[in-house]
C-alpha cells in the first residue's frame, strides 16, 4: 500500500499506515541543496492504530511560530499507548517542520505559507510538494482532520475552535460537535473568503470533518492556551471514539459565535505602533476606539484612531508592536444568531 | 554654543540647548549609504526650558523593539507646554531610531546593541557615534537621566524600575526616591554585571543619576505597562520639581527588590521550545520546576525540565517561544535585605 | 458585480467599477508574512466615472524604477474632477506596488518583473496574482490601457511612445492615433519578441487597444521626460474624448519610427564599465562605434569597442555604468518604411 | 529552423543546427533584472556538425559544483576540429551556467536544482525556462545525450558512469555499451526513485539514449577523476563512431554494478560532523561500522555510530564534514546479479 | 625600502617606489574569507618614475560608482610613456577595488565608506586596513595627492573640481593652481564640516597638496564629465611639470565658486520621490522652489514643495529618483567674495 | 581566582582553573541578539588539573570548517581521566564556536577570522571580545599552547605540525621536540609575514611556547588526517609529561621543512577553476607547470597556466575548485638548510 501511495507522491517514507501498533518515523521530503543534493526534510510523523475506529489526522504546526499545538500533539504522540487507541491515528506535531524549527509561520526554504499552497503539486517548491502529499496521500486515508493552529507572531487570541460555515449541514454539526468536546471559550465558525488555497477547504473538497483553532499567540507559548490545547486533543479523541473516558468538563462551556461581517475587523490604514485599548473577551461597541496607532518617526504627529465597525466581543487584536498598511489590528465575534 | 558641542561630536543639530521655548527638531547623525553618500539618520529631539530646575534628560528606544517607552516620551514631547516646566527636559522618544524603525532591538544599520556601545567613539560605526554624541554632549549638560526599556522580544516583566547598587549611597537614595515616584510595582535594584558599556554605568560614571525600568515586553505594546509609563514619567519629573502637581498614587505601592545572587537567572541549557510554568509575580521555591523545554524535532525525546535556583517572586519570563543554549527564560527577585 | 469580479480573483477590494463620481481606494492583494498571516499589499486605485465614453485603464509603475508615470499619474487621480470626465477612468499609479515602494524594477516580494508574469495566476506568487487580477478582472471592463513605462535603472530613453506592430491594421491605427495625440518625439512600433508573457500582449489577446511608453530613465525623474508625461496623458485622455478640451501641441511633432531589425541592438559581449560615445537621438550609421567597454579589474587591457549594425538614431542608450554580459547598451530606431 | 525552434521557447539564439562546421556561440535567456529589463543570461554552446552520423548532445554543469564534465567538455569544444566529426555534436560545458559561474550545485538566480524542473516550462523561473528549452529544442535534435556529473559538495564518488534501469532492453544495452566505452572503473545501473522530473528521465520519454557519470566530487578538480572524464568522452564518442581512431583501453576494466536496495544508503540520523570509516572502493559487510557522527556542541555526547544496511563497495562517501538530518553519509554497491 | 613600508602596514606589493621607468602590478590586502584564507584583495596600482620631479598620487575609484575617474585614470596608467614623465606619478584607478568591482560606493566586504575611514587602522576592516597603508606608506612619499571623484548614484554635478579652505594661503593657492589648470567649470572651495575622517583632511594634516572633483554622477558615464576628466588630469600634469606640453584650453574658464552657508544644501525632509525643478547650472533665488516631493504611496497626499534656503546656481541635484529624510536633494553655489 | 580574571574581560563562567579534577562547563560570552538582549554564546570547555606538571592550553576549531582538531580534542576532554594526568590541561574543541556550528572559517556573527583578531579588544565585536578573553585571562595561565589547525575549504595538506621562526632559539627548540613528538610527516617552520594579528605570535609575545599544525582539509574529515591528529595529541601530551606512556612512533618519522622564499607560493593570477597537475607532497621543480586555471565562461579562451618559482615539495594545493584573483593555488616546502 505504502508503495502505491508513494507513486503519487515525491516524498517518501518507510511508515505503513496499516500496521497495527505505534510507529514513530518520518516523512522525508526531498530537497535539492547545495551542499547535499540528494539531502531531504525529515518530518516527524506517528501513526497509531489499534482495533477498529475512524482515522484522525491530527496536525500541528502548519504556521512554525504556533507553538501550543506543536508541544501538545508531540506530547500525545511520545505518551499514547497504541493498546487505549480504537481507529486509526495519524500524528504530526510539526507539518511545516522547517519553517517550525525556524519559529516562524513562513518557512525559510521557499518563503511560503503553507496553508495558502494546498492542495499542493508535486513540481512546485518545498511547501507545494509537502501540501500535495497531505492531499494525495494523507487525506484518502482520513476521516476528521484536527489542524490546531494559535495566533503566531501577527495575533493574540481568546483560546477558540474554528470551523467553516458549509453548506452541508451534517458536516457541519460533526465539526460543532467536536469543537464542543473541545471545550474552548470559543468555537468561532467562518464563511471562507480566500477561496481554496487552505488545508481545511482541501479537506471539505475531500469529504474530509475539518476543524481548527486558534489557541494563543503572540509568538509565546501561552499557559491557559496550552492547557485548552492539551484537554481539547483528549476530549476531542474521546468524543469520536478513538480514546475511551469521559470528557475533561472543568473549563468554560463553549459559545458559538461568529464574523457577522467584515465590519468585524479593524485594520490598520497606515504603517505605525498599535496600541489596543481593550484586553481580549472585551465587549465593545461599534464606533469605540479599538485603539492608537502611533508614529515615532514624527512625535509632532498625532496618533491615529482606530474605531470598531461592529459590536460584539474583541476575538483577538495584534501580536506585535509594528503594524504595516492593512494589517488587522483587531476582529471582533458576535453570538451566531 | 551649539558650534563648540559639534566640534566632539560627528553629529550635528540646529538645537540650541540654552534656548527658552520649546524646540521640536531632530539630530542628523552621518550616514554615508550606497544611494546617498551625505545622507544622515535623522533623530527627533524636543528640547524644552523654562525657568529655573534641573536638566532631565529622558530617552526612549534604546532597543528598538520596547515600544511603552517611545510611545509615551513621543506623547510628552508632543503635549507638553514649555509654560508647564521649570528646568529643562531634553527628550528623544527613540534615541536607537533606525533599530525602532526596524523593530528590533538592534539597529540594522551595524547590527549593535546601543546599550553594549558606551561610551561611544567617533570613529566607530553607527551605534558607536551614537552613543559617543550622548556621552559627549548630553551627559554633561544633564542632572537625571530617566532611560526606559521593556523586554524586547526576549522577555516580558512584572513592570518595574531599575538601578544600580551604587557604592555612592546619596547617589542610590536618589534613584530610589524617583522610583518610588514612578509608582512601578517592583523596583529591582541590580548589581552590574557587565563593566561598564551600558547607558546607566556612563551616567555614573559622568555623575548623572540615572534611573531606567522595564515595562511589558514580548515584542508587545501592554495595555497595563502603557499606563504605569506614562503615569511613571509624569510622577518622576513632579518629584523632581519640572513639573508641578500631586503625584498620581493609584497604582500599587513600589516595592524595593532586588536579584540577590547567580540562582536567580534560569537558562535553557540546550535549544528548544520553553513552556513556562508560572505566571508573572508568582512566588515559587528553590528546586521549583520554572518550566519546561521542548524537543519538536524529536517527540520522542522528554521535555527537560529547568529549575529554579532560588526562593523569590517572577520577575520576567521569556517573551518569545523559542530559545537558544544559554538564553535565561526566567528571572526571579526577592525582597531587599 | 464587484463581488462576481471577486469570485476570480484572490485580490479583493470595496472599489465599485460601476458607481458615478470619483472613488480613491485600494487593491488588496494577499500577502501571508512571518509577522502578519492575514497581511496584504494595499495598492492605491482610483476610479472616476461619469457620463458616457470609453474605459481607460491608465496604469504606471508596473517597474518600480520608472518614476515619471507614477509621479504624474497620481497627480490626475489627485486633481481630476468627475465631472470633466465622460466614461470611466481606471487610475492605479503603481501597479506593481512594492516594487515602486522598494524603488526597484522588480519587487522585493517574489523577485519576479510583473511585465513577464502575464496573464498571472491566482495560485502563484505576488506577482502572478496582481497579473492575474488585471487580467481576469480589469481588462474585461477596458477599452484603451495606456500603460507608462521610462527606462528604469538599465537604460534611458529619448522620451517616446511605444506599441507592437499588429496584423490588425485597425487596432493599430487606433494606438497610432493616440501617440500622435499623446505627442512624444518618437512613436515606436516594435514586433513583440518573447512571446506572450507581458501586459501588452495580453491587451492585444483581450481585444483592448493598448500603448506604452519610455520616457526617461537612468533611475532619475526626468525634467522634460516628465514634462512629456504630464502632457501626453492629457492629450491622450482628450483625444479619447474622456476629457474636453484642446489638445497641448506645444511639443515637436511625434515620428513614427521603427526598430526594423537585430542589428539595431548593440550589445555588450563582456562584463565591464560602458562608456557610450554619442547623445541620445544622434544619427549614426552602421560600423560606427557605439561606445567602449572598460576593464578597471585590469588597467592594462584594452576597452573593447562595440559597434552599431545598423544605421539610425539613438534611440536609447545604458542608463548605469557597469553592465553584464549580454546587456544591450544602445538601440537604435529607423524611419518606418 | 531556428525560427521554428524559438516560437516554442523563450531562449534565443543565433545558432543555426543545421549548418555544417563549428558554431561558437551562445544561448541568451531572458532574465529581467533590477538593473537590466532586458537582461539575458548567455550560455556557451558549441555545435560541430559534419558528414553524417548521429547527433551528441554533450553537457557539464547541470550542477554547478561539478567541474570534471565542464572543464574536458569546454576543452573538447575549443580543440575539435569539424573535420574530425562524423554527425553532429551539440556542446554544452556548463549547462546550468549561472550555478557553475557560482560554484554552486544550485543557481542564485531561483535557488532551484535544473535536475529537478524537468521538462520545464517555460513561464517558470529560470531554471524551469532553461530546462524547457532543452526537452523543447534540444531533445528534438539528439540520439544520444552524455550528460556528465560529479559529486559536487555533497559526495566523493569512485569515478562511474550511470545509468537508469530500463523496461527497454535494447535501449538498455545501448546505454552499457557507451559506458564499457567511456571506461570508468564502475557502471552503476540504478532504478529511478524520484520520478521525473531528472534530464535524464526526460531524455527516455523523448527515446534518447541517455549516460551520465559520478567523477569526482568534494567540490574540488579530482586529478583521477578529470583524466577519466577527458578519457571517457574520447572514447565514448569514438564508440559512436562522432570520431574515428581507436579506444583507449589503458584504464581499469569497467565493471558493472548496481545499488540493490534501500540498504545500501546510509543516512544520517541527525545532524553532526561526519567521519567515514572506510576510503572509497573498500569492501564492506552489513552491519559494519561505516562512521561516526560527532557532536561537537556537546563534548560529553558520545558520537553516534551509522553501520551499513548491506554487504558491498563504498561507491561514494560525504564529500563535507557536516551533515543534517537525512542526508546519505555513504552508498554501496554490489555486482549486478 | 619597500620592506620598511610594509613593516608599517598589513599590505603588500612587490612595487618598488624607487624603481625608475614603469612597474604595473598589485597592491595586495590580505582578507580571509570563508573559502581562503589567505585571500587577498588586489588593487592594480601603475607607479611611473623618471627623471626629477615631483611625485603625484592620482587615485580614483574611492567611491566605486564614480566612474569617470577610473576610466580616465586607467587609460592614463596604461598609455603613458615613462620616458614623457619627469618625477613620479602614483596611478591607483580604483582605490576602493571591491566597491569600484561591485559598482556601489560602499564595498560589499565591510560596508564601509573608504572616504570617512581616514587615517585608517591596521587592525580594522578591509576599508580601515587600505586607508592606512594609504596614509601610512603612500603619502609619506606624495608632494600632489590629485583624487577624482564624480556624484555616484546619490548627486549629478556641474563637472568641477574641490578643494578645502585652509588657513595656510600658500597651500590653498597651490590647488587653486592647479584647479585653474584642471579646467572644469566650477572649482568649488568648501569649508569642511565632518572633522577629519576624509582623505583630503589626513592628505591636508600629512603636508600634502591636495584637491578633488566632482565629474559627472547619478550611476552613469557621463559623456562631458568624461570629456572633462581626460583634459583636466593631462593639464594639472603639465601644470605640475610631471608632463610637457601645452595646457588644453579649449574648455571653460574655470569659476571659483564657495558654498557660502548651510542654506545652500536643500534637504528632504520625509522620504519620497523627488523632483527637480532646475537643471544643473541654472540661477535661483532664495525662497524659489527646489522642487517636490511625491508620494506614491498615498495619491492623495499633496506633492510637499522643497525651498532653497540661499541665492545662486545650481551645482548638483539628487542622482536618483527615491531619496529618504534628511537626504540632499540639491546643493548651490556662489561665487566667491 | 575565577572572579579576578572575570574583571578584565566580559566573558564569564563558573569554571575555577585552580580546581583539582575534571570540570567540564562553558565559557559565557555575551552577544546581544534581537531575541535575546541577554543572550550569550556558550563555548564548551574541559579542565583536568592532578598533581603537578604543566598547564597546556588545547585549542581546536580556531577556523570552523577545520574538522580533525574539533573531533579530537572533543574525545579527549571526554574521555580523559584526571588520575592520569600530571599538571593542568585547559581544553577547548572549537574556540570560534559559531564559527564551528556554521561549518565556516569565519562566524556569521560578525563574519571575522578568529586568528587575525588576537590579542583582542573587550569592546569589539565577537571575535574580538573572545580573542581578548584568551589573551587576558587564559594565556597568563598557560606553558604551552596547542592550536590544531587544517586546510578548511582553502586548502589540503600533507598532514603537518608547523611552528614560527623565532630568535630565541631555545623556545623555538621547544615547538620543534613537541613536534618531533606529535610525529606527523612534516613540521614547517615559517617565518611570520602578517604581522601580529595571530594567536600564535600572542602566545610568543606572552612567553608561552606555541604549536600548530594543517593536518588536512578541502572542507572534509580526512580519515589519515584524524589519526594523525588522535595518535599526535596524545604523544605531545606524552611528551610535556601531562600524560604517561611511551609515544606511538608507528607513523612517519618527521621531517623539519621550512616555507624558504616567496616563491614557493603559487598564485592565480585572475578568477578561473583550477585544476591542480600533482598531487600532495610530490616533488616539483621551479617553472614547471603546478596545474592550469579553466574559464568555464568562454570555452574559446585557453586556460591559463601557472608555474611552481621554486624546487621542492607540495605542501598544500588549493582545497575547492573555484578561485579568484590572488587566492593561493599551491604551496612547496623544502628540507630546512
Chains 1, 2, 3, 4, 5, 6 share one sequence.
Not at 495575533?155 to 474554528?162: K, L, N
Amino acid at each position: 500500500m505504502a508503495a502505491t501511495q508513494q507513486a503519487k507522491t515525491r516524498v517518501f517514507s518507510d511508515v505503513d499506515f496499516e500496521r497495527k501498533g505505534k510507529q514513530a518515523t518520518v516523512l522525508r521530503v526531498p530537497q535539492s541543496r547545495n551542499d547535499s543534493g540528494w539531502g531531504v526534510v525529515q518530518i516527524p510523523i506517528t501513526v497509531i492504530k489499534n482495533g477498529k475506529g475512524k482515522t484522525v489526522l491530527l496536525t500541528g504546526g502548519v504556521h512554525g511560530d504556533e507553538y501550543e499545538s506543536q508541544i501538545a500533539i508531540a506530547e500525545l504522540a511520545r505518551n499514547l499507548d497504541p493498546a487505549d487507541v480504537q481507529g486509526r491515528l495519524i500524528i504530526i506535531p510539526a507539518l511545516h517542520f522547517p519553517a517550525a524549527m525556524n519559529g516562524t509561520r513562513l518557512s525559510p526554504i521557499d518563503n511560503k505559507d503553507l496553508n495558502r499552497c494546498f492542495p499542493g503539486r508535486p513540481e512546485g517548491t518545498f511547501a507545494d510538494v509537502l501540501a500535495h502529499y497531505v492531499s494525495a496521500v494523507l487525506l484518502p486515508l482520513t476521516d476528521v482532520n484536527i489542524d490546531l493552529h494559535s495566533g503566531g507572531r501577527a495575533m493574540d487570541f481568546v483560546p477558540s475552535t474554528t470551523a467553516h460555515v458549509l453548506d452541508d449541514k451534517a458536516k457541519m454539526a460533526e465539526s460543532t460537535a467536536i469543537a464542543r468536546a473541545f471545550g474552548a471559550p470559543y468555537h468561532v465558525v467562518i464563511k471562507e473568503v480566500d477561496a481554496g488555497y487552505t488545508f481545511m477547504t482541501t479537506c471539505e473538497r475531500n469529504g474530509v470533518t475539518a476543524i481548527s483553532s486558534e489557541l494563543g499567540g503572540a509568538n509565546r507559548v501561552s499557559i491557559p492556551g496550552l492547557k485548552a490545547t492539551r484537554r481539547g486533543i483528549m476530549n476531542s479523541l474521546k468524543h469520536l471514539d478513538l480514546l475511551k473516558g469521559k470528557l475533561d468538563t472543568d473549563g468554560p462551556k463553549t459559545r458559538i459565535v461568529t464574523v457577522p461581517d467584515y465590519g468585524c475587523y479593524a485594520f490598520a490604514p497606515v504603517a505605525g505602533l498599535f496600541e489596543a485599548y481593550h484586553p481580549l473577551g472585551a465587549r465593545v461597541r461599534k464606533g469605540d476606539a479599538a485603539g492608537a496607532l502611533h508614529f515615532i518617526d514624527d512625535p509632532r504627529r498625532k496618533p491615529e484612531i482606530i474605531a470598531y465597525g461592529y459590536s460584539g466581543e474583541v476575538w483577538c487584536t495584534r501580536g506585535q508592536g509594528p503594524v504595516v498598511a492593512g494589517d488587522p489590528v483587531a476582529v471582533l465575534v458576535a453570538d451566531q444568531r
